[in-house]
T-cell receptor, first 111, second 116 residues
């Protein structure tokens, strides 16, 4: 069974500082997704990473994928309050429509 | 304009009742999913349909029965509701993966089910 582990599970950020969320998974996969969920809301797609070495950036968020290490990182630059949310990584396998989600990282940005 | 919609958004009901949740997508996708998110925010897939055919059926009590009348709709019927069924149920949709093309799953707003 594919396992996806995120850490940390909770992250208290100070505004203006940089942080990283890690996502490890247990089987080979070239497809990794990052989603954001605000409290009481749906999941919003942030990034889709499709190959080893893929890097994508949007605003203060940057995601990367190392398929050999089975590791993705979500880097937050100069955290601001509106980045407070829960961030999920998810992985799927070849010929498998199933997304296996990590437990989520709940981010709180404080002044 | 809503891409993936669900009804109802909130559902409060008594144990033992039967209820249904409906999902519709207007994205032209051919694959739809039901996920359950528990109180700890853990997300787990329950079912998936591709072109009205059931392709994923995870270990879910048979009190849960999905139905897909067409590619744009996927409903979830739950019989004999139990306290442990309280959760948020998300519908999602995506386009079937072609060789080298990966499609993101788009999620609906969720249905918050509370069983008393």
């Amino acid at each position: 069974e594919l396992k996806v582990e995120q850490n940390p599970l909770f992250l208290s950020m100070q505004e203006g500082k940089n942080y990283t969320i890690y996502c490890n998974y247990s089987t080979t996969s070239d497809r990794l997704y990052w989603y954001r969920q605000d409290p009481g809301k749906s999941l919003e797609s942030l990034f889709v990473l499709l190959s080893n070495g893929a890097v994508k950036q949007e605003g203060r968020l940057m995601a990367s994928l190392d398929t050999k290490a089975r590791l993705s990182t979500l880097h937050i630059t100069a955290a601001v309050h509106d980045l407070s949310a829960t961030y999920f990584c998810a992985v799927d396998r070849d010929n498998d429509y199933k997304l296996s989600f990590g437990a989520g990282t709940t981010v709180t940005v404080r002044a | 304009d809503t891409a993936v919609s669900q009804t109802p958004k909130y559902l409060v009901t008594q144990m033992g009742n039967d209820k249904s949740i409906k999902c519709e997508q207007n994205l032209g996708h051919d694959t739809m999913y039901w996920y359950k998110q528990d109180s700890k925010k853990f997300l787990k897939i329950m079912f998936s349909y591709n072109n009205k055919e059931l392709i994923i059926n995870e270990t879910v009590p048979n009190r849960f029965s999905p139905k897909s009348p067409d590619k744009a709709h996927l409903n979830l019927h739950i019989n004999s509701l139990e306290l442990g069924d309280s959760a948020v149920y998300f519908c999602a949709s995506s386009r079937r993966r072609l060789a080298g093309v990966q499609e993101t799953q788009y999620f609906g707003p969720g249905t918050r089910l509370l069983v008393l």
